[in-house]
C-alpha cells in the first residue's frame, strides 16, 4: 500500500532565503508525482508534474527533483517571497495509470517579510 | 474562463439530510474525480469517473453516489448525512496525467 510522507509538517522562513520541502513514498513504482499549492481555504493549484521517467521539472522559482529508487522528491523554492506561503502538497499517482492521486499530509510554509 | 467548478460553494445542513455537490468542467477531460479533505487537510480520492464510467470507488459509504450525466460533470450526492461527513469536498479532471482541482466545497453538518 503506497503512503507518502511530507516533512516538515510546517516550515517559516525569512523572505529571500531557498528552501527545500520533502517526500517521500513507500512505492517505487509510480507512474507520476505532483506538487501542488494550497492557499487557506481554497483549491488545489497544480505546481509541477514530473514523469516516473524523468528526474526534475522546473517552473519559474521552483524545481522538483524526483529520485524513484530512494522513493523522494523534493520540492525547491527560491528566492522565497511572502506570498509563497501556503500549504505545499506532494501526490503520488500509482503504476497502471488509474489516476489515483495518493497525497501526502502537506508541508505548511510561512515566509515572513 | 474557470476550468473546474463546484457548486455550492459553502454547504451548512442538519444530520440525516441529503443533499447534492455539483461539478463541471471546461477542459474537455475524460476524467473526473471527488476527493474528500478532513479536518486535518488529509486529502482522500473517493471516486473517479471516465467518460461517464466509474474506474475508482475507494471505500466509501454507499450513502455517497457519484452520478456523471456527461463527460463536463460528475455531480456528488450524499443521504443520511452525518456528523462525519463534514468536510472539504473537491471535485478534479486530467485528460492524461495532470489533474486540476475545483476550489473545493465545505460541508458543515450539524
Known amino acids: 500500500k503506497q503512503e507518502v510522507t511530507q516533512i516538515p509538517a510546517a516550515l517559516s522562513v525569512p523572505e529571500g532565503e531557498n528552501l527545500v520541502l520533502n517526500c517521500s513514498f513507500t512505492?517505487?513504482?509510480?507512474?507520476?508525482l505532483q506538487w501542488f499549492r494550497q492557499d487557506p481555504g481554497k483549491g488545489l493549484t497544480s505546481l509541477l508534474l514530473?514523469?516516473?521517467?524523468?528526474r526534475e521539472q522546473t517552473s519559474g522559482r521552483l524545481n522538483a527533483s524526483l529520485d524513484k529508487s530512494s522513493g523522494r522528491s523534493t520540492l525547491y523554492i527560491a528566492a522565497s517571497q511572502p506570498g509563497d506561503s501556503a500549504t505545499y502538497l506532494c501526490?503520488?499517482?500509482?503504476?497502471?495509470?488509474?489516476?489515483?492521486?495518493?497525497f501526502g499530509q502537506g508541508t505548511t510554509l510561512q515566509v515572513k517579510p | 474562463d474557470t476550468a473546474v467548478s463546484q457548486t455550492p460553494k459553502y454547504l451548512v445542513t442538519q444530520m440525516g439530510n441529503d443533499k447534492s455537490i455539483k461539478c463541471e468542467q471546461n477542459?474537455?477531460?475524460?476524467?473526473m474525480y471527488w476527493y474528500k479533505q478532513d479536518s486535518k487537510k488529509f486529502l482522500k480520492i473517493m471516486f473517479s469517473?471516465?467518460?461517464?464510467?466509474?474506474?475508482i470507488n475507494e471505500t466509501v459509504p454507499n450513502r455517497f453516489s457519484p452520478k456523471s450525466p456527461d463527460k463536463a460533470h460528475l455531480n456528488l450526492h450524499i443521504n443520511s448525512l452525518e456528523l462525519g461527513d463534514s468536510a472539504v469536498y473537491f471535485c478534479?479532471?486530467?485528460?492524461?496525467?495532470?489533474?486540476?482541482f475545483g476550489p473545493g466545497t465545505r460541508l458543515t453538518v450539524t
Open positions: 478534479a479532471s486530467s485528460r492524461a496525467d495532470e489533474q486540476y
Open positions: 512505492d517505487s513504482a509510480i507512474y507520476n
Open positions: 514530473i514523469q516516473s521517467s524523468q
Open positions: 501526490a503520488v499517482h500509482g503504476s497502471g495509470n488509474t489516476g489515483k492521486l495518493i
Open positions: 477542459l474537455g477531460h475524460d476524467t
Open positions: 469517473y471516465n467518460n461517464k464510467e466509474l474506474i
